[in-house]
């Protein structure tokens, strides 16, 4: 039987606005992103290889973004995936520190649901109470929830960190470097931007 050897390429020169990455052999690397299994973007973490001339990113060789697991083009013979400059979703910074790109945004929620009936207060338990004290089902409720921006991409321009906005619920886990919780999420999760609180 003919032995067909492996063909490895080697590219010299990425065009346009695009970056390799490869996903680091070990199974956590120190520092890495806590990524949820109901993460809507089912995003991968991985080590920057190569770059173009023509990326905006600030993002050297050696530097770890965070891109969307089913972006980028795997080809046979090149080690690793090339990825477009949007398909990057945040680059992770060693001490911890999430930089989101494009228009996405890092978010910390509160404890604090909006419904038809007004607010509701999630206790410890994961109980919802209403301000009289009753317990309402979380599953059927249509809620809002109240939320802090923590960081912005570069083309977010309607809201900037320590904003308060309404966002739709989150029904995902929580994304987690060391103690610090957060999700990503666009201008189209954006309900409203809320003002100052006033007396009444």
Do not use: W
């Amino acid at each position: 039987m003919e032995k067909v050897e492996e063909r490895v390429i080697k590219i010299t020169r990425l065009m346009n606005a695009h970056l390799i990455v490869k996903v680091p052999k070990e199974a956590a690397m120190i520092g890495s992103i806590f990524i949820p299994e109901t993460a809507r973007e089912t995003p991968q973490e991985a080590e920057v290889i190569q770059i173009s001339d023509a990326l905006s990113l600030p993002v050297d060789v050696g530097d770890r973004v965070l891109y969307g697991k089913h972006m980028g083009r795997d080809i046979e013979g090149v080690d690793g995936t090339i990825l477009r400059e949007e398909d990057v979703i945040a680059i992770l910074l060693d001490d911890g520190s999430v930089i989101p790109t494009g228009d996405r945004m890092t978010i910390k929620m509160n404890q604090t649901l909006i419904y038809a009936g007004g607010t509701l207060t999630k206790q410890k338990d994961g109980e919802l109470v209403t301000k009289s004290g009753i317990i309402i089902q979380e599953t059927s409720l249509p809620t809002a929830q109240e939320a802090e921006i923590l960081k912005a991409g570069p083309k977010v321009t309607a809201v900037k960190p320590g904003d308060k906005v309404f966002v739709h619920k989150r029904s995902q886990d929580p994304y987690k470097i060391g103690e610090q919780e957060f999700y990503f999420v666009t201008p189209d999760d954006l309900l409203a931007k809320l003002g100052e609180a006033v007396a009444c």
